[in-house]
């Protein structure tokens, strides 16, 4: 039964998420921690940061790594098919049409108007992933206390070395990984 609803859950997710992983992570967030609630909050974004991480779509990682929590390899297995089935169905029935049709001007008005509506998704997946970081409960804070001051100075320091060198956002990551380790070990209560 486990493993049904494993499959069904991320097959909702690869069925709707129009847009890419990013988009993909307010539903994922409904499906794994909200819905079934699978794994906390707190559990959820480690396993996006993971998925980021990692080689290959960050839905599809997440699918594998919260599929291998629940129910080993083989839901780990039956939640990445579940995520991926629907994206290879519709894809190729959108590609023979796309290539049909692509000159279209309706084709091309709702391409259009699909963008906004991707970029409310991932700015909403980013906005719930940064209070996570920035404030102990996730939410926004009632107090200076529950502020984590340490997530927010990490946040800012990366952004401002992001927006000001150009790195590599994964040396960024790295880095800002390392320098958290460190210095939450140093500073446990902050």
């Not at 991320?10 to 819905?35: C, D, K, N």
Request: glycine share 10%; charged share 10%; proline share 5%.
């Amino acid at each position: 039964m486990t493993l049904l609803k494993l499959f069904w859950s991320f097959f909702q997710i690869g069925l709707l998420s129009f847009g890419g992983g990013y988009a993909a992570m307010p539903l994922i967030l409904e499906q794994v921690v909200t819905r079934n609630q699978w794994l906390t909050m707190a559990e959820f974004a480690d396993i996006v940061t993971i998925a980021e991480m990692t080689p290959g779509p960050i839905a599809v990682n997440s699918a594998t790594f919260v599929g291998l929590k629940i129910a080993g390899l083989p839901g780990a297995l039956i939640s990445t098919l579940g995520c991926i089935l629907p994206a290879c169905v519709i894809l190729m029935i959108l590609a023979y049409f796309y290539y049909k049709y692509r000159n279209l001007a309706m084709v091309q008005g709702v391409l259009s108007c699909l963008r906004p509506a991707v970029v409310a998704l991932i700015a909403s997946a980013g906005l719930s992933i940064l209070l996570l970081a920035c404030f102990r409960d996730g939410s926004l804070p009632k107090a200076l206390e529950d502020v984590n001051w340490l997530g927010v100075v990490l946040f800012g320091g990366a952004l401002g070395i992001l927006q000001w060198k150009k790195p590599s956002p994964v040396i960024v990551m790295a880095g800002a990984g390392l320098l958290g380790m460190l210095l939450y070990q140093f500073f446990p209560g902050v």
